[in-house]
């Protein structure tokens, strides 16, 4: 699955960041941004952030939907939705109202699952999950 949600976001494209380029710092983006590339620091979105299949990024994220096909280590905080695509590797902290790990992700960290505006209860899960053999995690 290629992010298929994304392609019926219909927000405005921002940018992007593509392989060959490395980031050290803080991106602030307000619309589609995707990042395909080596980057460390904290990212700011307001609208769908992806990580595409070849980023490897370290540092914090602080969006709205966020999509991972790549590599992440560290936080995401995500107001709407994280969504963790096939062969992308996680490592670290979500906070999310909505997590979504597709067959073949893996993550390894602690999910919390923040209360909806109704003042339900919130949940933090620790996962170490690689979905199939362990044999077939890609190691890093």
Same mark, same amino acid.
């Given at each position: 699955?290629?992010?298929?949600?994304f392609d019926q976001a219909g927000g405005e494209?921002?940018?992007?960041?593509?392989?060959?380029?490395?980031?050290? +710092?803080?991106? =602030?983006?307000?619309?589609?941004?995707?990042?395909?590339? #080596?980057?460390?620091? *904290?990212?700011?979105? %307001?609208?769908?952030?992806?990580?595409?299949?070849?980023?490897?990024?370290?540092?914090?994220i602080e969006g709205s939907h966020v999509a991972?096909? +790549?590599?992440? =280590?560290?936080?995401?905080?995500?107001?709407?939705?994280? #969504?963790?695509?096939? *062969?992308?590797?996680? %490592?670290?902290?979500?906070y999310s109202s909505c997590v979504v790990f597709?067959?073949?992700?893996?993550?390894?960290?602690?999910?919390?699952?923040?209360?909806?505006?109704?003042?339900?209860?919130?949940?933090?899960?620790?996962?170490?999950?690689?979905?199939?053999?362990?044999?077939?995690?890609?190691?890093?």
């Amino acid at each position: 699955m290629t992010l298929a949600w994304f392609d019926q976001a219909g927000g405005e494209w921002t940018g992007f960041l593509d392989q060959g380029v490395k980031l050290d +710092g803080k991106l =602030e983006a307000n619309g589609l941004f995707r990042i395909d590339t #080596e980057m460390k620091g *904290k990212i700011v979105s %307001k609208e769908t952030l992806i990580l595409g299949e070849h980023a490897v990024v370290e540092g914090e994220i602080e969006g709205s939907h966020v999509a991972v096909a +790549g590599r992440f =280590e560290g936080t995401i905080k995500a107001t709407n939705r994280v #969504e963790v695509q096939p *062969k992308a590797i996680v %490592k670290g902290e979500i906070y999310s109202s909505c997590v979504v790990f597709e067959p073949g992700a893996v993550f390894d960290g602690q999910c919390h699952m923040r209360a909806g505006a109704d003042g339900g209860i919130a949940v933090s899960v620790p996962v170490r999950s690689a979905m199939g053999e362990l044999g077939d995690v890609p190691r890093g």
